[in-house]
DNA sequence: GACAAATCGCTGCCGAGGCAGTAATCTTAC
DNA sequence: GTAAGATTACTGCCTCGGCAGCGATTTGTC
């Protein structure tokens, strides 16, 4: 950022330079180093007219792991009403189409068209390619240590999620 | 989430369970770890009606990290615009005040109000106790480890998406 | 068989962040 | 001294995710 270079205020301004680490450090590095490699895929899939969320969706049920919008939202922890959208854009594109299913006629069906298909070898190397860019130096045993902490992280979180509320309200409803 | 109990279709759903790890695993950690941990901040500050980027540039011009709405964008890797809202919305609820710098017309200064420093302490307590929380059960090498981990994937990002455009026809603006 | 509860997909609505553009101001180069 | 460029703060505009609510449908219980 070229740093000196006003000579009256800017200097004092920049002084201070070390945040005292009250609390955030850890969530500022989370929050950057998601939104670096979001932008970087998003920057790498705008040729295709896509999103780093749609990729993944598109990705997951062209692998099997979802077949329903239900199921990429507990597969991805995204919200259902955003993952009709995210399917509404898949489908305009042609890449995937709904399909009811006759047994339960709540469920709607993915199925990856011919023409997702064919894409999706590009837009898997475009993944790879920027994961294994943010991750440039890291061993495998880094990487799995990093997944473990994050891993850790999250239970701590849904851990506190849940304990949050000791009388428990039932504020938006849970099982008996 | 009582993992049997649909009969016919849905345990076939479930059956593909894990992923293949195309390259949305670290990321979709990244998003998890950082989702639980700024949910949890958010609803611990909601009685105080902030969110924990309010909080955090609060946090940041009381502590002399930055005096003025630029300097809170480059510390927190925000948006001026957006940042403007933070301060309006800081400045109704009488948490600091905007003051004009008189040697650079174009600065103004943000003073952390009595209010503010009134309420930081519990502030604090709230966003110390969060990240606690999620970090419960680390040591402190492994905090300083997983720093690091997500400092160089950063540092990578950053390479990265300076290196995006190879002939740099310069869209925004750099230094020659 | 009837009813409550749960699930699925979908739609508005709201808040928040990023982007582009603007006016005022300051710095630098000529 | 003047013009060009940079900086600050601010304002719309757009997109996106989360939330609440809806109708349709299925499951489970009585």
């Given at each position: 950022m070229?740093?000196?270079?006003?000579?009256?205020i800017k200097?004092?301004?920049?002084?201070a330079?070390?945040p005292?680490?009250?609390?955030?450090?850890?969530?500022?590095?989370?929050?950057?180093?998601?939104?670096?490699?979001?932008?970087?895929?998003?920057?790498?899939?705008?040729p295709f007219?896509?999103?780093?969320?749609?990729?993944a969706?598109l990705?997951?049920?062209?692998?099997?792991?979802?077949?329903?919008?239900?199921?990429l939202?507990?597969?991805?922890?995204?919200d259902?009403?955003?993952?009709?959208?995210i399917v509404?854009?898949?489908?305009?594109?042609?890449l995937?189409?709904?399909?009811?299913?006759?047994?339960?006629?709540?469920?709607?069906?993915?199925?990856?068209?011919?023409?997702?298909?064919?894409?999706?070898?590009r837009?898997?190397a475009?993944?790879?390619r920027?994961?294994?860019?943010?991750?440039?130096?890291?061993?495998?045993?880094?990487?799995?240590?990093?997944?473990?902490?994050?891993?850790?992280m999250?239970?701590?979180?849904?851990?506190?999620?849940?304990?949050?509320?000791?009388?428990?309200s039932?504020p938006?409803?849970r099982k008996?």
């Amino acid at each position: 950022m070229s740093a000196v270079r006003r000579s009256t205020i800017k200097a004092e301004l920049h002084a201070a330079a070390h945040p005292p680490e009250g609390g955030l450090s850890v969530g500022h590095l989370l929050g950057r180093a998601r939104a670096s490699l979001l932008s970087g895929l998003d920057a790498q899939l705008t040729p295709f007219g896509l999103n780093a969320m749609q990729y993944a969706a598109l990705k997951y049920l062209a692998d099997g792991v979802a077949r329903t919008a239900a199921d990429l939202c507990r597969v991805l922890y995204y919200d259902t009403g955003s993952m009709t959208r995210i399917v509404d854009h898949l489908e305009e594109k042609g890449l995937l189409r709904r399909e009811r299913c006759r047994e339960d006629r709540r469920v709607v069906f993915l199925r990856v068209a011919p023409a997702g298909r064919a894409q999706l070898p590009r837009l898997r190397a475009i993944g790879t390619r920027v994961l294994d860019d943010m991750l440039a130096g890291f061993s495998a045993a880094e990487v799995e240590t990093l997944k473990r902490y994050l891993g850790r992280m999250i239970d701590n979180g849904e851990l506190k999620n849940r304990k949050i509320t000791p009388g428990d309200s039932l504020p938006h409803g849970r099982k008996p």
